[in-house]
């Protein structure tokens, strides 16, 4: 095994076939032939009402960095997989297509584009298997995240979970999205490095083991820092951890500044309750509990059900691994490529499942938001060259129910897929994580409450433009054609 490539990169994180099909589409002199990728995924995570997009950012320094190094070259010429001529085209591989993108923090919604690659069909197909790979992990994370600060409302949320992560890039790029989610604060030291995200903690058991009691312990603890939160839950929480965190907070005084107790297992709304009389009666009814331990959505929902008297939460297995539902799924599907005149030709993907069936042509999808309460409508697909902000009125249908439809008036459309990179040049002013993080918070103030609620929310529109329908009923209807010509 070899892992030391002084010039090793992502490039090769894509699967195998799709360097085959580019092995194809170069020696058929295809390569450069223009093609649109759109990503969407079909199911709602965690069957939440919206989904929050996270993951640009990573696929942006992915996508700068994309070059076949010298070691990457010989790799793939050791496999014997691939023509010498093609891995030399690779030497001078760089990307010179479009990339239009939702942004970090905004709504997403099942089976509308999120991102939408426009590009000589060799570099999109390239790329598919590194922006899927992101996607289909941050969003899931992001979404987790929003789902459980919409719990807590103003309380404080710490990302925990490093220890349970898929691995080392997982717990790094996984904090991220929870920030972007609306997370407070991680624990992940070199994620406040690299990303400004404030980091936090409290103490370990280990300490406590150490010193062999909760007194010594805390002590040594608040001699050695200025804030101070205890571990209570070490032998015994109500008998010796808060007693003892109580008598050092009362030995420091103010040469500590004693922000609470943490309690790691246990009945907590048993012990929150009884933790917060004893602090309360010892003179500090300001300071927090904090709580961690397997915790989410559901379980926080069901502590404050029982009344407990959690401040701030600690958050690790089930946010960091999207306990409920492994991926997201989303998918990168073609659907249009140029032709040999030089006309670009819509395709389709078709499938017996209606749900999987591909949507034709490069889309934009528009946010549509009403004038006066600037609540969202819901999300208008068009083929690229519609613009809705043109019509006086919208019918929005639904897709698979056309009669499910409204007109809309009154009503502003914003564009969602923005450019990151037209032809090559990379052109996106990216916002910083506090504005992707702030933007979370904006959009979902856009959303009506319906569509918030943790369990069977209302299904957001997502609706195609007459145009777009009449152009998927068309391929569609091409499709059957050809296929009976081939039976006949
Ligand atoms: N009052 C409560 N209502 C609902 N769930 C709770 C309550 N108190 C704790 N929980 C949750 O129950 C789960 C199990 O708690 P328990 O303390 O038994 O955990 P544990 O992992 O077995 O503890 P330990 O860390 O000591 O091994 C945890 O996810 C915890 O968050
Ligand atoms: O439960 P999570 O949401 O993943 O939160 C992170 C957990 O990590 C720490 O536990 P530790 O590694 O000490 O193991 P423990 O479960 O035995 O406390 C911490 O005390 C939390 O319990
Ligand atoms: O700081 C903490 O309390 C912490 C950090 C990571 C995991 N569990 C707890």
């Known amino acids: 095994m070899k892992f030391d490539y002084p010039d090793d990169s992502l490039t090769l994180h894509t699967d195998a076939y799709e360097l085959s099909m580019m092995q194809t589409y170069w ?21 939440n009402g919206y989904a929050v997009f996270a993951g640009l950012d ?65 570099e999109g197909q390239l790329i598919e298997t590194a922006i899927l790979n992101i996607l289909n992990y941050q969003i899931m994370v992001a979404t987790k995240a929003s789902r459980i600060k919409s719990i807590v409302g103003n309380q404080i949320v710490m990302e925990f979970g490093s220890r349970r992560a898929q691995e080392l890039d997982a717990a790094l790029w996984g904090t991220r999205a929870a920030y972007i989610g609306g997370f407070d604060a991680t624990s992940n030291v070199r994620a406040g490095k690299l990303f ?17 009691n909760d007194y010594d312990a805390f002590k040594a603890y608040a001699e050695t820092h200025h804030n ?33 107790v943490r309690i790691d297992s246990g009945d907590m709304a048993y012990l929150s309750k009884k933790v917060r009389k004893m602090l309360d009666d010892a003179g500090f009814p300001d300071a927090k509990i904090i709580a961690s331990n397997g915790l989410d959505e559901k379980t926080i929902q069901n502590l404050q059900m029982q009344g407990a008297k959690i401040d701030t939460w600690g958050i690790g297995t089930k946010l960091i691994t ?26 389709i993907k078709l499938s017996n499942n209606v749900g999987k069936m591909s949507t034709p042509g490069k889309k934009q999808v ?51 897929l923005k450019p990151i990179w037209q032809d090559g040049k990379f052109v996106y002013d990216e ?52 296929v009976k010509s081939l039976n006949k």
């Open 196 to 212: 400004g995200i404030p980091i936090s903690g409290t103490h370990a058991h280990a300490l406590v083991q150490v010193y062999m």
């Open 431 to 482: 916002p910083t994580l506090e504005e992707s993080r702030q933007h979370r918070f904006e959009s979902l103030n856009a959303l009506w409450d319906e569509y918030k609620r943790d369990l069977n929310p209302e299904v957001y529109p997502v609706d195609l433009s007459q145009k777009c329908y009449d152009n998927k009923l068309k391929l569609i209807h091409q499709v059957h054609e050809y």
């Open 322 to 347: 999207a306990y409920d539902q492994p991926t997201l799924g989303a998918v990168y599907k073609l659907v249009a490529i140029e032709d040999e005149n030089g006309n670009l030709v819509d395709t």
């Open 58 to 122: 990573h696929i942006i320094r992915y996508v700068k960095q994309l070059r076949f190094t010298d070691s990457d070259i010989e790799y793939l010429k050791s496999t014997n997989q691939f023509d010498d001529d093609f891995l030399e085209y690779l030497r001078d591989f760089k990307f010179t297509g479009s990339i239009n993108s939702f942004e970090e923090g905004d709504l997403v919604f099942n089976h509308e584009p999120i991102i939408q690659v426009d590009a000589p069909i060799i």
């Open 228 to 260: 101070c939160v205890f571990l209570v839950d070490t032998f015994d929480t109500l008998k010796s951890g808060v007693p003892n965190a109580i008598k050092v907070a009362k030995e420091f005084g103010d040469k500590i500044n004693f922000i609470g």
């Open 366 to 416: 528009w946010r549509i938001n009403d004038r006066a309460d600037r609540k969202s409508e819901g999300d208008y697909i068009t083929l690229v060259d519609e613009d809705p902000r043109k019509e006086k009125s919208l019918n929005m249908f639904n897709p698979n129910f056309p009669l499910q439809q409204k007109d809309v008036e009154d009503f502003t459309a914003r564009p969602m």
């Open 27 to 47: 020696k058929k002199g295809m390569g450069n032939r223009r093609a649109v990728f759109e990503a969407f995924f079909r199911k709602m995570p965690f069957n």
